[in-house]
């Protein structure tokens, strides 16, 4: 039996790249909405997900609020990947463009989340979400407290 890893020994960077290769995640938004990883790196953090009818809005497009969760994620994980271990951060503002709608017919979305700034108490991100196309769907901007 493998042990589990003790998480308040570990980098936000370590965290999430365990997180990852773990096999039987906990519930968690990402596994709600199907999320893959992508980059996990200092810094910067990418995760996919492909649309599906349960996406929709009463227009039948995708729900503005499956971009809005991908740019929280990861802009958050991106502050998330600098932090030293036992040091924690929460989303404080959240700010999202939309650029256009998308169909629940399949498509990949791609959200990137890099840093801007990571201060002792305050840290910002900003983020993209692009279709299989590479067409830019919504951006946003995050500030998060870090608690230590």
Do not use: W
């Not at 629940?104 to 201060?119: F, P, Y």
């Amino acid at each position: 039996m493998t042990e589990n890893p003790d998480i308040a020994k570990m980098s936000g960077l370590e965290l999430l790249r365990a997180m990852v290769a773990m096999p039987d995640q906990p519930p968690n938004i990402g596994r709600l909405i199907g999320m893959e990883p992508g980059v996990i790196e200092f810094g910067k953090v990418q995760l996919k997900v492909t649309t599906r009818p349960d996406y929709a809005n009463p227009l039948g497009t995708v729900h503005g609020g499956i971009c809005a969760t991908l740019l929280d994620s990861v802009m958050g994980t991106a502050v998330h990947s600098t932090l030293e271990a036992g040091v924690g951060y929460g989303t404080l503002e959240l700010k999202v463009n939309y650029i256009r709608t998308v169909p629940t017919s399949g498509i990949q979305l791609t959200a990137t989340g890099t840093t801007i700034h990571v201060g002792r108490t305050t840290a910002t991100a900003e983020g993209q979400v692009h279709d299989d196309q590479g067409r830019l769907v919504a951006h946003g901007t995050t500030t998060c407290l870090i608690y230590r």
